[in-house]
């Protein structure tokens, strides 16, 4: 079955900090990858996702992606986070033709100031 | 812009009633999705549908649950019998079903099993 795994549930960070999520799908085929940050408080919303062309996306709020297929991997990215990026991170998989979403377990952020 | 929406919010109810849970999607959005969300995992796939037609149904989706979009604008889904083990965030999200297309999730409904 495909699944999704997000190597970190909890993290931590001071503002200015580099961060990078980690996330990992099973599906050996094509594939388009989402993720997706839960504000406290407020919904999903979508970060940045990948469909095809150059495996570098970036998202809103200076986030980026890296996809990189022999390693099965789509690894959010920040500089340099704020206190404002506290959230909840969601790493997501569409594939197989299939419409529906896989997620991962999410990673909960906290950025303290 | 018009998001989703999903009314109630959230839901109390005791074992073994039955509950309802509406979705607005985006307008023009012809793709509904169903997920549930428990505390500390992502949002699980339950059901989709293109227009009016239900297109997919997980194996979670079990004989008590039954989702409904019969005029390919809003969703119903309805929990029958509730049980304890019930108890989530049901999430609604749509898309437009063109390109590259993204689903957009709503507040979801959060419901408690007593």
């Known amino acids: 079955a495909q699944s999704v795994s997000q190597h970190n549930h909890h993290v931590i960070l001071s503002e200015a900090a580099s961060l990078e999520l980690g996330c990992n799908y099973s599906?050996?085929?094509?594939?388009?990858l989402f993720w997706y940050v839960q504000y406290p408080g407020q919904h999903l919303q979508l970060l940045l996702k990948?469909?095809?062309?150059?495996?570098l996306v970036k998202g809103i709020k200076g986030f980026e992606a890296e996809f990189i297929k022999s390693k099965f991997s789509f690894n959010l990215r920040k500089p340099s986070v704020q206190w404002s990026d506290t959230a909840e991170y969601f790493c997501a998989v569409k594939s197989g033709g299939y419409n529906k979403l896989i997620f991962g377990a999410g990673t909960r952020l906290a950025v303290h100031p | 812009d018009t998001g989703v929406s999903q009314d109630p919010r959230h839901k109390i109810t005791k074992r073994g009633q039955n509950v309802t849970f509406r979705c607005d999607p985006i307008s023009e959005h012809n793709r509904l999705y169903w997920y549930r969300q428990t505390l500390g995992q992502g949002p699980e796939f339950l059901t989709y549908f293109q227009n009016e037609a239900q297109l997919e149904k997980s194996r979670l989706l079990s004989d008590r649950f039954s989702a409904e979009r019969p005029k390919g604008s809003f969703s119903t889904l309805e929990i029958q019998r509730t049980e304890q083990g019930d108890s989530a965030m049901y999430l609604c999200?749509?898309?437009?079903?063109?390109?590259?297309?993204?689903?957009?999730f709503g507040p979801g409904t959060r419901l408690l099993v007593l």
């Open positions: 999200a749509s898309s437009s079903g063109l390109g590259q297309e993204t689903q957009y």
């Open positions: 990948y469909f095809s062309g150059d495996p």
């Open positions: 599906y050996g085929g094509t594939v388009n």
